[in-house]
């Protein structure tokens, strides 16, 4: 602990030298070349091994999560040596006052001090000696930005290292990873952008909508999850690292699914409707998207169209079932029907997700 | 039921033990596995950085190009960082923040759905973290609370890279109907009866219309209550375990239904809409472990969930004197009771696990196996719960009303409740009904060159359904049961009844009816066989083809076998430095074997063994026209686009345009003919500054269903489209098209004395249900035709809202801020058209008056604290 903050009160005061030298922080562009190398020639030395001893002896062995971590690998300079957390510090002292209250750096220091090969920065960012000597130039350190230098599969294959398997088995050939997408699209570990799970923005589900605003506006409508109200996360039905089974028919499992199927989705929150029922209706039991619109929908329930539309595109059996509904049948029409009014169809055949009552083959009990 | 209850009634000792075994190690619900991911509510859904200001400094000294993600989005600007202080080992950082809010005394159903704001009420939020350096032990509390019935805090304790233990506790409201009228006492229970002032069974209509104006107004919701814990751990650096334990518990009422046959003719049946009770509790668990090595990895893990019910039915009281076609002489029994079964308490259980190779070259092989079981055998309620007697007789002379008195051959159409009422009546006295789900999946994936990649993969699943059911009375040796309250009898006496399928019983006079007797059984296979390339033609551009067949072979469907097969092209494109393209393009064509319409005689009476010996000459009606076809398993071509472009502009800004759209044609003449959707999306995104964010979005969304039906005849002989069972003149056609249009703009600034978050969403929805008949036969009040115009009125839905929040430091630990949400809604749903003028229709009861316009404000005044 005292080792860490003499360290950082090292680091503090050299950048207020930095600063002094005449360096301002949010106009890079404008530095000349010669604050630039005073910078460089200011830098400390390595806290890697060359003026670290051996670790503290009480310090406690690095967490398992951690013990895997090592200086990243970055083809684009296999030469680069690590300089340790320090020398990075005293450049990025900005980004250190953000990182220091993540679970990152939290676990990697103590994992560092336990270990010194066990880096801090350079566990994600790669061995910094080139970059320290060149800052400017792209692609000497790993960096997760659009223009850094660093393609998408060695981005995604560092944070593999360490976050391998579990939640993130199926991302080879899944949607996301397809698609070029890089796991800092959503995640930005730098700072305590959400409250939880690192993302990049405010909320998951804030960060899936940088992509997916459509479906997002789903849920303004008039019958929605309540994803708006903070209640639930697009991670509640979807795994956004890639799903365990292919997508095989589309509407018996969804995208991103976090089950097998879509049915098995949905009964996570609404166990209620899973039966197996006495009476079943097969549609219902086949997916849910037969019926349900799952973002939002501006019917009732999540409703895909307006009953009894909904119900007469599968049902023509008789008078009863396959005859036109108008505006004459609705509460303020002529003949008003309880087939229009209300729940419509669902008032007579109210258990439509299936009944367990000996009278209810026709859902009316 | 308690949780220890429940678990040790159903979880298997084997899945008990695996269980406790976790415990030592164990995670949250994470994103692979399991919900409860997310914890906020509607005063914060980030769930806790709504009191968090933006940090004048940024995040780095960098160029503001480097500011952005792979894929161009703009970084967020980061929050001021905390400043802890120390407590021992541990540095303390965090925040309370207490206030109170006010707001409207109206309540609306589209306003509150999941927010129970108080009309006046202390509200309360906080985050605390401890963090102890030295060994990376964390902990977190933060909760928030808006109301009783709509609050959540949650605990986390652990050590980074170690483990992580988190308890937590949330209320979400669920609100279903701001303005139902129940006219019935004992509403959220399961006995529903009629106040004093309504005879059951012998009712007019005013009457019930009269009861129903004066009764109160009430609000009919269903409150989530869920307790939680989550523990996940590492036992080696590449072993992993995880277990999450949840029980929920549902409490409330709901609007729902309640059939004693149509209200023909305003007399002969009656509809009204019940209430019914909530009250439940699902125990959740997932429980896993998983390996993370160099060459291998493997995920294996157990899910189970368990449903219970506190009802097994609920009962209600009907006002209504239905009317009956009983001779002369002879009168009907009254319908006074009505009953509905709830869901049956059922069992989950889910054990699968993945295995995958990692191979040379960047590939990997993978096999992921599932087995699920979905159980339940609830005892079963009897058909009926009538009393007495129901049907149509001659009642003893000097009386107008039948009794028990009057059974007997003289009145054959009356049966007394006595045989159907009590579970003696039944086959079986529990479901006993099972479904077993089976996935084997195999995945390949090579990268022979750097720049080609390939991939393949091969899925079976299979769905097993087990149902015996089979609706028989042993008391009276009747087939079938007693549909829609028995209401039928008493309309029109037992001889015209429908599903009292008495056919195989000598004793019985009566012709047979032929009802369903016997449970679909919806087993299915699934085949699924797929594989892609993806060429990288460049370091920043990737090309990609997916081809995919998936064949679905439904055992209780009206085709054996579906087919689908569908082609994707992808394109990444990120050469250019302002500009990510993602282009995605899917062509689907679904087919099959023959589709026959009428698949279900299997499960009707005429299906026994023995009724074709007994009836020769009957022959079975069509189950509907043939023409008809399921949109599900249709015929169907499917084209679908999917484009997302994301432009700099400038080095502070990221403009974001997204094109979404699936075009869906059924070769159907009758049924689902077609269903498109569009919608289209432009974001702009500002960071002039670090403590400056600003973004506006504007989105369009289409949607456009067409169908086609036929009023076909009751009793027709032949199921042909253009026959005089489904004459041609009596077919129509539908469209459904609805159209969405969606903006709004989120600002977030420090000034000098203050800090600002603002937002603004505005959503207007118009729906259009549109149709077009060849003659009056069509309807089902031919009269009607030369009035029903073109469709319906437009079905809207406008909405407007207006967050705001103002921080306004004291200190730089204390702040005040102020919290304003205002919400204007408008609705219109041609549903609930006239039930403010009434909810009573000749038989016809509602309950639910239907959603409300709206205009509300919510305001709140907080103190906010730093540690």
């Known amino acids: 602990m005292g080792c860490w903050r003499v360290s950082l009160a090292c680091v503090t005061a050299l950048w207020s030298l930095t600063i002094s030298a005449g360096l301002e922080q949010q106009a890079p562009s404008g530095q000349s070349q010669q604050n630039l190398d005073q910078i460089y020639q200011s830098l400390p030395q390595t806290d890697l091994s060359s003026d670290r001893v051996a670790p503290v002896a009480h310090v406690p062995q690095p967490a398992p999560g951690f013990a895997r971590a090592h200086v990243a690998d970055n083809p684009l300079v296999p030469d680069a040596r690590p300089v340790g957390e320090k020398t990075c510090i005293a450049c990025h002292q900005l980004e250190t006052s953000h990182f220091t209250h993540t679970l990152h750096a939290l676990g990697l220091h103590v994992a560092n001090r336990s270990d010194p090969r066990i880096p801090v920065c350079e566990a994600c960012h790669g061995a910094g000696s080139q970059h320290a000597g060149n800052p400017q130039a792209k692609g000497l350190i790993i960096g997760y930005t659009k223009n850094s230098g660093t393609t998408i599969e060695v981005q995604t294959k560092t944070c593999i290292t360490c976050h391998a398997g579990g939640p993130r088995d199926h991302w080879v050939n899944s949607v996301h990873q397809l698609n070029g997408l890089s796991c800092s699209d959503c995640h930005n570990p730098m700072s305590k952008f959400s409250t939880e799970g690192l993302m990049a923005k405010a909320s998951i589900n804030d960060t899936c909508a940088q992509c997916h605003t459509d479906i997002r506006q789903q849920f303004n409508r008039r019958s929605h999850m309540p994803l708006p109200e903070g209640q639930m996360s697009c991670d509640d039905c979807h795994n956004p690292h890639g799903a365990s089974t292919n997508t095989g028919n589309p509407l018996l499992n969804g995208p991103l699914l976090k089950t097998n199927t879509v049915n098995e989705t949905c009964y996570q929150c609404h166990a209620e409707k899973r039966g197996p029922w006495l009476w079943e209706h097969p549609p219902v039991r086949e997916s849910c998207l037969n019926c349900h619109s799952p973002h939002g929908s501006n019917q009732a329930s999540l409703l895909v169209a307006p009953v009894p539309v909904l119900c007469q595109q599968c049902h023509a059996a008789n008078n009863h079932s396959g005859a036109l509904q108008t505006r004459q049948n609705i509460g303020t029409g002529a003949n008003p029907e309880a087939q229009v009014m209300g729940r419509a169809c669902l008032t007579c055949h109210a258990n439509i997700h299936g009944s367990n009552a000996p009278s209810g083959p026709r859902f009316h009990q | ?867």
């Open chain 2, 1 to 867: 039921m308690p949780l220890q209850s429940i678990l040790m009634q159903t979880v298997p000792t084997a899945a008990i033990g695996f269980l406790f075994l976790s415990v030592a190690m164990v995670t949250l619900a994470d994103s692979g596995v399991g919900v409860d991911t997310w914890r906020a509510n509607k005063l914060d859904p980030t769930g806790g950085q709504a009191t968090e200001t933006l940090d004048p400094d940024g995040t780095s000294w960098l160029a503001p190009g480097q500011r952005r993600s792979p894929s161009g989005n703009l970084y967020q600007n980061p929050t001021e960082p905390p400043h802890p202080g120390d407590l021992s080992a541990w540095q303390i950082y965090g925040m309370f923040d207490l206030g109170y809010l006010h707001s409207g005394d109206q309540k609306y159903v589209l306003y509150d759905r999941y927010t129970r704001w108080p009309t006046d009420g202390p509200a309360l939020g906080f985050d605390v973290n401890a963090e102890r350096p030295t060994d990376g032990s964390y902990a977190e509390a933060r909760g928030s609370r808006i109301s009783v019935e709509d609050q959540y805090y949650q605990a986390v304790y652990g050590q980074a890279g170690a483990y992580k233990i988190e308890a937590f506790i949330r209320d979400v409201p669920n609100v279903l109907s701001t303005d139902a009228r129940p006219i019935w006492n004992g509403v959220g229970g399961n006995n529903l009866t009629l106040p004093g002032s309504l005879a059951p069974g012998g009712s007019s209509s005013a009457q019930v219309a009269a009861v129903s104006a004066g009764a109160p107004l009430q609000r009919l919701e269903v409150d989530r209550k869920k307790y939680g814990i989550n523990l996940s751990g590492y036992l080696t650096p590449a072993w992993t375990a995880y277990l999450n334990l949840s029980d929920e518990r549902r409490e409330g009422a709901r609007p729902y239904g309640g059939p004693f046959g149509e209200d023909w003719g305003g007399s002969l049946g009656a509809v009204v809409e019940t209430v019914k009770p909530i009250s439940d509790t699902t125990v959740n668990l997932n429980s896993g472990v998983r390996y993370a090595g160099q060459s291998w990895r493997t995920d294996l893990g157990f899910s189970g969930s368990f449903y219970r019910d506190k009802y097994l039915s609920y009962s209600f009281q009907q006002p209504f004197a239905i009317g009956t076609f009983a001779p002369p002489g002879s009168v009907s029994a009254p319908i006074t009771v009505g009953q509905m079964s709830m869901e049956p308490d059922n069992d989950y259980y889910n054990l699968h696990g993945a295995l995958t190779r990692v191979l040379p070259k960047n590939g990997e092989l993978s096999l992921t196996v599932s087995e699920v079981l979905m159980r339940q055998n609830d005892s079963l309620i009897p058909p009926t719960n009538c009393q007495g007697v129901i049907g149509i007789g001659t009642p003893t002379a000097g009386s107008t009303q039948l009794g028990l008195q009057n059974l007997g051959p003289q009145n054959p159409g009356l049966i007394p409740c006595s045989q159907w009422n009590t579970t003696a009546a039944l086959s079986q006295r529990t479901a006993d009904v099972n479904l077993r789900n089976t996935l084997v999946e195999a995945k390949l994936a090579l990268q022979p060159i750097t720049s080609l990649s390939v991939n393949a993969g091969i899925k079976y699943f299979r769905q097993k359904y087990d149902n015996d059911y089979i609706a028989y009375n042993p008391i009276n040796q009747n087939y079938g049961y007693l549909t829609e309250n028995g209401v039928f009898f008493s309309t029109f006496g037992v001889p015209a009844s429908i599903a009292n399928g008495n056919a195989l019983n000598a004793a019985n006079p009566l012709p047979p009816v032929i009802g369903r007797i016997r449970p679909f059984i919806l087993s299915m296979d699934e085949y699924n066989v797929y594989g892609g390339v993806s060429w990288k033609f460049s370091e920043r551009n990737v090309l990609g083809l997916t081809y995919n067949f998936d064949q679905y072979k439904p055992t209780s469907r009206e085709r054996e076998r579906v087919d689908d097969n569908s082609i994707k092209l992808t394109w990444t494109e990120r050469e250019i430095d302002w500009l990510t393209l993602r282009a995605n393009y899917t062509l689907l064509k679904q087919s099959g074997g023959t589709y026959n319409g009428d698949v279900y005689g299997y499960t009707y009476l005429s299906a026994l063994p023995g009724f074709v010996a007994a009836y020769p000459s009957y022959v079975p009606g069509p189950g509907t026209v043939d023409a008809l076809r399921k949109y599900d398993i249709a015929d169907r071509t499917d084209n679908k686009i999917d484009l997302m472009a994301t432009v700099v502009p400038h080095e502070d800004m990221t403009v974001t345009g997204t094109v979404r759209g699936e075009w869906s044609r059924n070769s159907a003449v009758i049924g689902r003919q077609r269903y498109d959707t569009f919608a289209a999306t432009l974001q702009w995104e500002w960071q002039p500054a670090p403590a400056t964010d600003l973004s506006v979005y504007l989105s369009y969304d289409r949607s456009n269903l067409d169908l086609s039906n036929v009023a076909g005849q009751f009793g027709a002989a032949s199921g042909v489209l253009g026959s005089a069972g489904y004459p041609l003149a009596n077919q129509w056609w539908e469209g459904d098209n609805e159209r969405n249009y969606s903006a709004g703009t989120t600002l977030q600034k420090n000034f000098r004395l203050f800090s600002v978050a603002l937002s603004y969403n505005y959503l207007y929805s118009r729906g259009l249900t549109s149709y077009t008949a060849a003659s009056p036969g069509a309807l089902v009040y031919p009269q009607d035709f030369p009035t029903i115009g073109s469709g319906f009125s437009p079905m809207t839905y406008r909405v407007n809202s207006v967050t705001a929040s103002v921080i306004v430091p004291f200190t730089p630990r204390v702040s005040f801020r102020l919290f304003d949400y205002y919400e204007r809604g408008h609705v219109d749903d041609w549903h609930y058209a006239g039930f403010d003028q009434s909810l009573v229709y000749g038989h016809e009861l509602y309950t639910d008056g239907g959603p409300q316009s709206y205009s509300e404000n919510l305001v709140g005044v907080f103190i906010s604290v730093k540690l």
